[in-house]
């Protein structure tokens, strides 16, 4: 790529020295809003991707802190009660599908 645009330059170059110099910068000019425009349009893909990544990550933190409040209430409620078996076997059941999934 840059050595095409190098070769671009040089075309340039010879236009200006064989037709003029009034055409040729404005080729150059040209060239350099097009360049502008296609590192606008760079950087607004990478902050789209970067934002959308942004908010699958607040929403995993968000989904995590909500398991985190309910295994807790699970909790609470069973140190009311004896906890039996089949209570701890579900809250060891939540704890490992929760590592898994991360």
Do not use: D
Request: glycine content about 0%; some cysteine; overall charge positive.
């Amino acid at each position: 790529m840059v050595y095409a645009f190098l070769q671009y330059l040089l075309a340039t170059f010879r236009k200006m020295v064989t037709r003029g110099f009034i055409k040729a910068p404005c080729q150059l000019t040209i060239l350099l809003l097009f360049v502008e425009a296609a590192r606008s349009v760079l950087l607004l893909w990478r902050f789209m991707t970067h934002r959308k990544e942004y908010k699958q990550r607040q929403k995993q933190a968000a989904s995590h802190i909500t398991f985190r409040k309910q295994l807790y209430w699970i909790m609470k409620k069973s140190a009311v009660k004896r906890i039996t078996e089949k209570k701890q076997a579900m809250l060891n059941y939540l704890l490992f599908l929760r590592i898994i999934l991360r």
